[in-house]
């Protein structure tokens, strides 16, 4: 890497870092290795535990085929996510479709497709599932709340533990199989508690199941892992106790292992943790402008060629590590709000939490290097708000234009 001013102090890798000074326009460059090497990471971790991307997080065939050849399976949201995670090689029975919410058109397609495990959390979910995916494997997820995650996804969707008992009761009663139970503890989860107060739960459902004879054979663990390079809203680092979050984890499943008495297969449903650190967007400078503000304050503004629209769908919640390749990082440097290339103020970090340190001598056109954006990147990305295309994507370890091969 050339002289460069960062704002994070810890770089892409290698091979990310090669890519993104060679791309020849703004893309979003993903290093393939990184994301195979985080899923094994995982699996040493977490051993034993199945591992089904969400693929939401990232849905580009290279990368789903990259995990789908490593044994990965999907968590998929509809019928065209299940399509596209068939097409790269995932097989059906490593599949499942995890979204509750979903219409009997949806059920029938994924049926047809192979899906033979499905989420579910109400009653009326249930008759759909017993109508139209006849027999298939049903997993209840319990309601989280969220506390101690970026993103808490705690209103809509799951029920509570005692309700979670009734609609496996109801499956059962269905001809359906009660397969198991989830969770998911909220986005960027940046404690351990919210997966032992999730295993507590977890562990009561198991019991009342016991009572009333029914036995699920697996626990999805759900997403939530956390990204390791973001920054929080006012730019201070962000630092998950990823250590302590696998010791909870792993502490949890010996725990509802002992309450369940039998076997008992444990899954996950890591998206952000995957792909998030292994993504990054080479865009450039639109303009370093001074304004002043309504308060009378003078500030700069940073306006980049991505945003909120094509590539950083979540830069109101977070920041991504910046990079500016070429700006000596011991020159001068001004406050400013980082913010889209489009006529919408939403398309902005968020300006009252915290300003980004940026080199003063910034021209239009200038590289810049949004770092850890990979997750929620591609598949947050408007057709074309404004006028600005998504952006081309590109892998670090395989040159443009060239086939798959791993
Ligand atoms: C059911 C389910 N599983 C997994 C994920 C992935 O979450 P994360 O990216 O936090 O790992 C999501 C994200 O919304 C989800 O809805």
């Not at 995990?67 to 999907?74: P, S, T, W, Y």
């Not at 979910?125 to 027999?135: E, I, N």
């Not at 999730?198 to 198991?206: F, K, N, Q, R, S």
């Amino acid at each position: 890497m050339s002289a460069a001013s960062t704002v994070s102090g810890a770089g892409p890798g290698a091979s990310l870092a090669a890519a993104l000074a060679a791309a020849p326009g703004d893309r979003i460059v993903y290093d393939l290795a990184g994301i195979k090497g985080r899923l094994d990471a995982l699996r040493r971790e977490l051993p034993g535990v199945e591992v089904r991307f969400a693929m939401k997080a990232c849905p580009l065939d290279e990368v789903l085929t990259a995990l789908a050849r490593r044994g990965a399976g999907a968590d998929a949201a509809s019928p065209g996510e299940v399509e596209q995670a068939l097409r790269a090689g995932m097989p059906a029975g490593r599949v499942h479709y995890g979204n509750t919410v979903k219409s009997d058109r949806n059920i029938a397609e994924a049926y047809r497709l192979g899906v033979r495990t499905f989420a579910t959390d109400s009653l009326q979910d249930v008759t759909a599932l017993a109508r139209h995916a006849p027999g298939a494997r049903v997993f209840c997820r319990v309601a989280t709340g969220g506390a101690g995650a970026v993103w808490g996804l705690s209103n809509k969707f799951g029920c509570p533990p005692g309700d979670a008992v009734r609609v496996l009761a109801a499956a059962r009663d269905a001809g359906l199989v009660p397969a198991g139970l989830s969770v998911h503890v909220g986005s960027q989860q940046m404690t351990g508690e919210a997966w032992h107060g999730a295993v507590e739960d977890l562990g009561d459902v198991l019991r009342a199941l016991g009572r009333r004879g029914i036995r699920v054979d697996h626990v999805n663990l759900g997403g939530g892992l956390p990204a390791l390079g973001y920054h929080d809203r006012r730019g201070a680092r962000l630092d998950p106790p990823l250590d302590k979050i696998f010791a909870v984890i792993r502490e949890g499943m010996d725990d509802l292992r002992r309450i369940h008495g039998g076997p008992l297969d444990f899954v996950v449903e890591p998206g952000r943790h995957l792909v998030a650190d292994h993504g990054a967007i080479r865009a450039h400078v639109t303009r370093l402008a001074e304004r002043r503000a309504a308060n009378g304050e003078r500030q700069h503004w940073l306006y980049l060629s991505c945003g909120k629209f094509n590539g950083l769908y979540e830069m109101d919640a977070l920041q991504y590590p910046l990079v500016f390749p070429g700006h000596d990082p011991d020159g001068p440097h001004v406050p400013a709000v980082v913010a889209g290339p489009t006529c919408d103020s939403d398309d902005a970090y968020s300006h009252e939490a915290g300003l980004v340190r940026v080199p003063a001598a910034l021209a239009s056109g200038d590289p810049v290097w949004v770092l850890s954006c990979g997750a929620y990147a591609t598949s947050y990305t408007t057709l074309g708000f404004n006028g600005f295309a998504p952006l081309p994507h590109a892998f670090a370890d395989r040159p443009e234009g060239a086939v798959a091969d791993d």
